[in-house]
């Protein structure tokens, strides 16, 4: 999982050894020469881990479900596959966020950019996705807009967070982080898993459960869009600790 999202921790690492816990080999002085000399055609490609490609795929099904969104809404909400394909979006995206590090401690070998790779695919899959979800379903109102970004600026400051701190936070004997500051990102898939279920009962739109307080004002909004904030609130909680498995 990741830290940014839970893959954060483990696949952040981007690395390979037959022991699925031990800590990656990091990174030597070459790796960083080929990424920063000029004397290397293409080495931002050729540099890439196999890990790295696999985040690049979480980071893939994070743009699809933003484009199926787009679809969702310019087709007027009459192909409703559209949004289901966007919810399908999270859960494969939180696998390859899962596998891009279990490759990389099976290769045993660290990627230069994994971390950061790992981070920024999982502010588009778990933050931006599920919030232009929502968005699609309803939560449009000036107030619903204002909490979902504030949703998503958590999302952004927990990852960012996760990358300053990590090498702080006490490990295992593997080399593991013990815990997560905060829930990680990916456990936004269970807002998309609830949409899902409000989407599958015609809850959506007009219909979002819990209705909608001050119609008709500037400060119109949509109770029900309090679940993103409290999910924000949750991941950039300093004292909620959430033991890794």
Not at 61 to 67: E, K
Not at 101 to 128: C, H, P, T, W, Y
Not at 160 to 182: C, H, L, Q, W
Request: with cysteine; glycine share 6%.
């Amino acid at each position: 999982m990741s830290s940014a999202s839970p893959q954060s921790s483990s696949s952040a690492l981007n690395t390979p050894n037959l022991d699925a816990e031990a800590t990656p080999e990091a990174p030597d002085e070459k790796d960083i020469i080929k990424f920063t000399s000029d004397e290397y055609h293409f080495s931002m490609i050729r540099n890439l881990h196999m890990a790295d490609f696999i985040t690049l795929l979480n980071g893939f099904c994070g743009v699809m479900t933003i484009f199926s969104c787009m679809k969702y809404l310019i087709s007027q909400r009459e192909a409703s596959y559209y949004i289901y394909r966007a919810m399908c979006c999270t859960p494969l995206g939180l696998f390859f966020d899962f596998m891009d590090g279990r490759v990389a401690r099976l290769r045993n070998k660290s990627s230069l950019m994994g971390q950061e790779l790992d981070s920024l695919a999982d502010l588009i899959s778990f933050g931006v996705g599920p919030a232009c979800v929502a968005f699609s379903l309803g939560f449009q109102s000036n107030v619903d807009i204002v909490l979902l970004i504030v949703f998503c600026m958590c999302g952004l400051t927990r990852l960012a967070r996760f990358n300053v701190t990590v090498s702080n936070i006490p490990k295992d004997k593997g080399g593991k982080a013990r815990y997560f500051e905060g829930t990680p990102i990916p456990t936004t898939l269970a807002l998309v898993a609830t949409m899902a279920y409000w989407a599958n009962r015609g809850w959506i739109h007009a219909d979002l459960p819990l209705g909608v307080l001050l119609e008709g004002t500037f400060l119109e909004f949509h109770p029900a869009v309090g679940l993103f904030l409290i999910s924000g609130s949750a991941m950039i909680s300093k004292s909620l600790k959430i033991p890794k498995i």
